[in-house]
């Protein structure tokens, strides 16, 4: 049963004034972006991301932007313009390929071998990649790049800013390994200790130890060993392919020491298949029309009608 008062109130509010409220709240909403309707892109750290300095002049602030895919990994160094985002260095998980790691493509030790392969082809790009040598050898210590005497005089190394997206960036997470393979690498990213594998939340403190380990794929080995005494079977469905190629989790570390080795001897190594000799312009046209079907000509299909009916006539 409806109270007096409410009836009342009811019978007070009319449709007009419900209308015009409503017309004035639709006059005042604002669309947000495409990209941020779609749950794409954070504006509120996008905007901090690309803001460059105004008092320098042609002064481009970069972004090593880091995603995941479901079997790959893409590190990109990017800065923003007017026109719109321009990639200056790329470098994904599937090329690890060449440089030995054929398994794990997007587990954290993947992510590191992708950061560093990225941070040695800028800095060979800028020609800076001896100046900056990085950490040779990774020892899970936490190290930010310096400035060094380059041509004579002091240089500052080159800086990039780390960009996740929409990633969680919770303590031990990947995103951070592709970070740290980038700062060994050379490049200055400005970060702390208190997110990578190893850090301890009362104590303030980063065990070196246990990084090191997550960046030779050590917790892979610890899980395969582990697998391997409690269920043979699906430790072979799972790591069937380290099987066949006859890897196993005691080679694991070797594995990806000779990848870093490899990286900084050539971060722009190519596949066997694709150093053959390149093919000229015209031998792409004369391939590209081996497979282009030739338009035909009139009389080719009054002969070709003629000799549908003639079919016909037969059958019938």
Request: hydrophobic residues 30%; glycine residues 6%.
């Amino acid at each position: 049963m409806v109270s007096p008062t409410l009836e009342l109130a009811l019978s007070k509010t009319s449709p007009r004034r419900e209308e015009s409220s409503l017309c004035k709240m639709l006059r005042r909403y604002q669309t947000k972006y495409k990209r941020r309707r779609a749950g794409k892109t954070d504006y509120y750290a996008r905007k901090r991301l690309i803001t460059q300095a105004k008092n320098k002049y042609n002064a481009p602030k970069y972004r090593l932007v880091v995603r995941f895919t479901n079997k790959d990994i893409v590190c990109q160094i990017v800065t923003s313009e007017i026109t719109g985002d321009k990639v200056f260095c790329a470098a994904y998980a599937h090329e690890l390929k060449r440089y030995g790691v054929k398994h794990g493509l997007t587990n954290w030790a993947a992510a590191y071998c992708v950061g560093l392969l990225i941070a040695r082809r800028a800095l060979s790009k800028l020609e800076l990649a001896d100046t900056f040598t990085g950490v040779e050898e990774a020892d899970g210590e936490y190290k930010l790049t310096e400035a060094a005497e380059h041509d004579g005089e002091d240089r500052r190394p080159f800086k990039c800013f780390l960009d996740v997206g929409l990633a969680r960036t919770s303590t031990g997470a990947k995103v951070f390994g592709a970070m740290k393979g980038a700062s060994d690498g050379g490049i200055l990213i400005p970060h702390s200790e208190n997110r990578f594998p190893g850090y301890d939340i009362e104590t303030k403190e980063l065990d070196a130890e246990t990084l090191r380990k997550y960046i030779f794929g050590g917790h892979v080995a610890e899980y395969m060993e582990t697998l391997a005494d409690d269920d043979e079977e699906r430790y072979k469905s799972q790591f069937q392919g380290y099987i066949d190629d006859e890897i196993e989790a005691d080679g694991l570390e070797e594995m990806y020491q000779e990848a870093h080795k490899a990286i900084r001897e050539d971060p722009f190594l190519k596949d066997e298949e694709e150093e053959g000799e390149k093919k000229s312009k015209d031998e792409w046209k004369a391939e590209s029309k081996k497979h282009k079907q030739s338009k035909m000509s009139y009389e080719e299909k009054q002969e070709r009608v003629k000799a549908k009916i003639e079919k016909v006539k037969e059958s019938m």
